[in-house]
């Protein structure tokens, strides 16, 4: 067997078992109205030449700001010693009701990435009805774990603070965020009891929802315990710092305490394998804790930033915060 017939087999085993599923009725209804799978591939092969093909469109991610939302950018939200993190901030115009908001992380394997990289969202969100934020955080060559999950935590404590300027509702708050972002949302929501190194006092901001794509629930699992990108954020090799590891892995922290979750995954994700999100579903249920788990077939890594899976990504964000949010 070739390589490539290696890589088709091993995508193909990936796929298997990948089933929609949720543990409440309100789920179960989410997942039996929506809209069907759209371009379904099989390798990476097959994705590239849909994008080369123009058969598959990227999102624009730099949208423009309709007429009817408003968009606070470049706003500063923590300053340290040679760096400064921003957030954008977008909101519909003359709400007469206080705002539930979202707060977004970007991806990026913790070494890339910013917060325009929800801008698309951040506009399809406040068109919604909300307040969405778009955050940065320190990536890994500015700061090693735990920094990225007190950058965040700090963030979402600023917008509360500053939640009657912006007509927000500070209790009723939801993070999402993908692949770097989807694991810190994640850690965030079910460890805002668990000190960090500057909040040694421990419980952090109680949020009521969670969505995650394609985010690393179980950094101890051999298959993404030991990419370059790990030992990067952490500054140590799993090997070296196997507790440091666990304790930075979302599913550890789940408790029948935890927000509700919903999660989606591409299922031949050769990044962030579907298990990820499957096992973090299988947890959050057996301590009753709400979830929708979707399972994108045949979709790789950052699925959503294309047209169609973006639609239908938004489809149950949508469903999923109305019911929760």
């Known amino acids: 067997m070739n390589k490539a017939e290696e890589q088709t087999t091993s995508e193909k085993l990936m796929a298997r078992d990948a089933i929609p599923k949720s543990n409440t009725e309100a789920g179960r209804r989410i997942l039996k109205d929506a809209p069907a799978e759209t371009a379904v591939f099989k390798t990476f092969a097959d994705f590239l030449g849909a994008v080369a093909l123009r058969k598959i469109e990227p999102i624009d991610m730099q949208p423009v700001v309709p007429d009817s939302v408003s968009a606070n950018l470049d706003v500063v939200f923590q300053t340290g010693d040679n760096y400064e993190l921003k957030l954008n901030l977008f909101t519909p115009k003359n709400s007469a009701k206080a705002l539930p908001l979202v707060v977004m992380v ?14 698309y969202y951040g506009v399809k969100l406040a068109q919604l009805g909300y307040a969405a934020a778009t955050v940065d955080f320190r990536v890994a060559d500015q700061a090693r774990y735990p920094a990225a999950v007190d950058d965040v935590r700090n963030a979402i404590q600023w917008l509360k603070d500053h939640a009657k300027t912006y007509n927000i509702d500070p209790n009723r708050i939801a993070l999402l965020g993908g ?28 949020v009521k929802a969670i969505v995650a794509f394609y985010g690393w629930s179980d950094l101890t699992d051999p298959r993404v315990r030991d990419p370059y990108w790990n030992e990067a954020f952490f500054g140590k090799k799993y090997a070296d710092a196997p507790e440091l590891y666990k304790e930075a892995s979302p599913i550890t922290h789940v408790s029948k305490q935890s ?15 579907f ?3 499957e096992g973090l579903a299988n947890k959050l249920g057996a301590n009753n804790v709400p979830y929708i788990y979707v399972p994108f077939e045949g979709q790789f890594h950052a699925f959503d930033y294309f047209q169609d899976t973006t639609e239908r990504s938004l489809y149950f964000i949508e469903k999923f915060l109305a019911e929760y949010l």
């Open 106 to 119: 970007h991806g990026g394997c913790w070494i890339d990435g910013g917060r325009v990289d929800y801008n």
């Open 275 to 277: 298990e990820q999100s």
């Open 179 to 206: 692949s770097a972002g989807g694991h810190l949302v994640e850690l965030m929501g079910y460890a805002a009891n668990t000190p960090t190194k500057q909040h040694p006092e421990g419980p952090g901001p109680k």
């Open 259 to 273: 927000s509700p979750t919903l999660l989606l995954n591409g299922t031949i994700d050769q990044i962030v394998p």
